[in-house]
C-alpha cells in the first residue's frame, strides 16, 4: 500500500489575495530565496490563514512573479497567497506589512481575480541611476544601441555561458540627468526568455558605445505589469481597483 500523510487533509483554498510589495534600501541584496523564507516567517507572525499544500511537507501556497535581481530596489513586487479563511485585503495588508522587516514593504492588497497574475505582466519599467557618468556620454550610448537591430551580450549561467539579443526586449530607452555626473536609464523592456535585466541592458551599452561605469549602478524597478500601447505599463492590481486597498509604504532611506 502507498504511504498516506496522516491526519486530515488541509483546508481547501477559499480566497486568493494578491499583494504588491517594495524591497527598499539594504534589502535590496536579498535573494529571492530570503525574500521568500522572510514572506513565510511574516506571514506565520502574522497569523495569516494559509492554505498549505497536501503530502508529507506541507508548505504555505504562495506565488511568486517576476522576481527583482539580487541588488535591485523595487517598488513593484509581487505575489499571491492561497488564504484558508477570508480576510479583508486592507487588513491583511497591514498586519503583513507589521510582520515584515523596514525595506520589504507592502505597498498594496487586492482580491485576485479570474485572470493568472502572470497574464498580466509582460514588461518592467526600470530607473538605473549610473553615478560618475555624464548624461551626454549616456544619451550617446543609448541613440547607438537603438539605431540597431540586434545587439548580442553574453551571461554567465549555471550551464555555461549564453548568447542572446537585449536590443529586442526593449520598448523604451532615454537618458535622463539628475546632475552633470550622474546619469539615470529610464527604460521599458519586455519580459523575454532569457529575462534581460539590468545589468545586461548596461552590457549592451558597453558593446555599442564602450560605456563603462565607474561606480556600481543602482537599478530600481518602478513598475511592472502589461504593456500598454504608449510604452507603459500597468499595474496588475488596476483591475481590482475599486478592491484593492492601498497603504502607505515604508521608505528605508
Given at each position: 500500500?502507498?504511504?498516506?500523510?496522516?491526519?486530515?487533509?488541509?483546508?481547501?483554498?477559499?480566497?486568493?489575495v494578491r499583494v504588491r510589495f517594495a524591497k527598499r534600501g539594504r534589502l535590496r541584496f536579498l535573494s529571492h530565496r530570503d525574500v521568500a523564507r522572510t514572506f513565510e516567517r511574516a506571514l506565520r507572525r502574522a497569523d495569516v490563514p494559509m492554505a498549505y499544500s497536501a503530502g508529507f511537507s506541507p508548505h504555505p501556497r504562495i506565488s511568486w512573479l517576476g522576481a527583482a535581481p539580487t541588488g535591485a530596489a523595487s517598488e513593484a513586487e509581487y505575489?499571491?497567497?492561497?488564504?484558508?479563511?477570508?480576510?479583508?485585503?486592507?487588513?491583511?495588508?497591514?498586519?503583513?506589512?507589521?510582520?515584515?522587516?523596514?525595506?520589504?514593504?507592502v505597498v498594496a492588497c487586492a482580491p485576485a481575480t479570474a485572470t493568472p497574475l502572470a497574464e498580466l505582466v509582460d514588461a518592467s519599467h526600470w530607473w538605473i541611476r549610473l553615478p560618475g557618468v555624464a548624461p551626454t556620454a549616456l544619451a550617446a550610448a543609448v541613440e547607438a544601441l537603438l539605431a540597431r537591430d540586434l545587439v548580442e551580450v553574453e551571461r554567465?549561467?549555471?550551464?555555461?555561458?549564453?548568447?542572446?539579443?537585449?536590443?529586442?526586449?526593449?520598448?523604451?530607452?532615454?537618458?535622463r540627468a539628475e546632475n552633470d555626473t550622474c546619469a539615470i536609464?529610464?527604460?521599458?523592456?519586455?519580459?523575454?526568455?532569457?529575462?534581460?535585466r539590468p545589468d545586461d541592458m548596461l552590457t549592451a551599452l558597453c558593446v555599442v558605445a564602450g560605456l563603462r561605469p565607474s561606480v556600481p549602478p543602482e537599478p530600481l524597478r518602478l513598475g511592472q505589469g502589461r504593456l500598454l500601447a504608449?510604452?507603459?505599463?500597468?499595474?496588475?492590481?488596476?483591475?481590482?481597483?475599486?478592491?484593492?486597498?492601498r497603504l502607505v509604504g515604508r521608505i528605508d532611506a
Open positions: 500500500m502507498p504511504r498516506r500523510p496522516e491526519g486530515p487533509p488541509p483546508p481547501p483554498v477559499v480566497a486568493r505575489v499571491e497567497l492561497a488564504l484558508a479563511d477570508h480576510r479583508q485585503p486592507r487588513a491583511l495588508g497591514e498586519v503583513l506589512d507589521a510582520a515584515l522587516p523596514a525595506g520589504l514593504d554567465v549561467t549555471k550551464d555555461g555561458h549564453r548568447r542572446f539579443d537585449a536590443r529586442q526586449a526593449v520598448v523604451l530607452m532615454v537618458c536609464l529610464d527604460t521599458v523592456v519586455r519580459h523575454t526568455t532569457p529575462a534581460v504608449d510604452g507603459t505599463v500597468a499595474d496588475p492590481l488596476m483591475p481590482d481597483r475599486d478592491d484593492a486597498e
